[in-house]
DNA sequence: TCTGGGGTCCTCCTTCGG
DNA sequence: TCTGCCGAAGGAGGACCC
């Protein structure tokens, strides 16, 4: 038996979430997203129906310019409860095999597993999945997670071409054939600005970031990222996993307001009525706050962040709020105000 | 087109005290 | 008393992910 780690991606999560439960909808462009409302503006599309992405709506376009390529589509505001409750339902399906499972968000998780055959684990936890939720998903199989973590791709591409079954293998053997000619980007943890960078020192491919001088790496991007990007040209990565939760380190809210703020004591109002609300959440799951940070965003996106670190670390919201206003002092407001938003950062829990 | 919200982690610079 | 070095901590900013 060998150790394997599986990814397992669901398929259109969220707009999977609205059908199942509204099943008329079904075969229909559904698109969730900020208020339900399309001809608002500031909101953003959070998931697309296949249906709806063939009118080219995608994730992250503005709903209004997702209302222009497709009038008739169904527009549903985002309702994050269901779609934790639905979450929930498919990692307590998985847990109900004798693997180790790391939840990576809504809608994936990675899954440890001793087998010979993972493909045909990988089949069992795809026919659980849609048996126990109605909700169908893709899985990758890799011999790490940066390989698990792609494949799921190739698995999707598989299974929306209809010529695979959503599942794929990515493993050492398999690593230089599949990846090396493709760009960077296609990398798990390379974006647009690293693609970018990586690119001005001639690493355009997979297979030249594979063999690339590490200590170039590691001057460029410091010891940390350099070794991580040299060990992600090859492939490498993490195959410990582990089912304890994470502990989360900071809560944020953050509000882009549906027209600009412009006078001051608006300003601190919406400020000091948002640092109350993420403090009084954070607190009722006993939490204790030790750092404030203010983000302000104008009209030009020109987006500072400003922190401080508190004398004493709190769980009294009017002391957040206070620290949050007094942060505000720290900015220019020069100029209109499209989005408020406050971080609080929490005390570490002891080990125990 | 006019660009959300919620996270995590890393690097770099500055400040401060020993 | 002044200077330099060094490490830790604070803070800003950037990049990435879903």
């Known amino acids: ?38 001809t608002l503006p500031r909101q953003v599309v959070a998931t697309a129906s296949y249906e709806a992405r063939a009118f080219g709506i995608r994730s992250g376009m503005p709903v209004r310019a997702a209302y222009k390529k497709c009038p008739d589509a169904v527009f549903l505001p985002s309702d994050p409860a269901a779609y934790d409750a639905a979450s929930a339902e498919v990692m307590d399906t998985l847990r109900t095999f004798p693997v180790v ?17 993972p493909e045909t684990l990988a089949a069992e936890f795809r026919a659980a999945v849609v048996e126990r939720t109605g909700l169908t998903c893709c899985v990758g199989i890799g011999d790490n997670k940066t390989r698990a973590k792609l494949a799921t791709n190739f698995a999707k591409l598989s299974n929306t071409s209809g010529d695979g079954n959503g599942i794929y293998r990515l493993t050492a053997a398999n690593w230089r054939e599949v990846m090396d000619h493709r760009p960077v980007r296609d990398l798990w943890g390379i974006g647009a600005r690293m693609e970018h960078n990586l690119n001005e020192l001639g690493l355009t491919t997979v297979a030249d970031l594979a063999a690339a001088d590490v200590d170039t790496l590691k001057k460029r991007f410091g010891p940390n990222m350099g070794t991580w990007y040299a060990a992600l040209g090859r492939g490498l990565g993490d195959t410990q996993l582990t089912d304890v939760p994470r502990e989360p380190v900071s809560r944020s809210h953050e509000e882009t307001f549906p027209s600009d703020l412009v006078e001051r004591p608006d300003v601190e109002r919406e400020l000091r009525r948002i640092a109350l609300e993420v403090t009084r959440e954070v607190v009722a799951e006993g939490r204790t706050v030790q750092r404030v940070s203010v983000k302000v965003r104008f009209i030009n996106f020109y987006t500072p962040i400003k922190s401080r670190k508190l004398k004493s670390s709190t769980q009294d919201p009017e002391l957040v709020a206070t620290t949050a206003l007094s942060i505000l002092e720290k900015f220019t407001l020069n100029r209109p105000i499209r989005l408020l938003g406050v971080r609080v950062e929490f005390v570490p829990s002891p080990l125990i």
């Open 1 to 38: 038996m060998s150790w394997w780690v599986l990814h397992v991606d669901m398929d259109q999560f969220i707009a999977a979430v609205e059908i199942r439960r509204r099943p008329e909808l079904r075969g229909l462009p559904v698109v969730v997203g900020g208020s339900g409302d399309p």
């Open 101 to 117: 499972v790391e939840v990576w968000g809504w809608d994936e998780c990675f899954v440890g597993a001793e087998t010979d055959d």
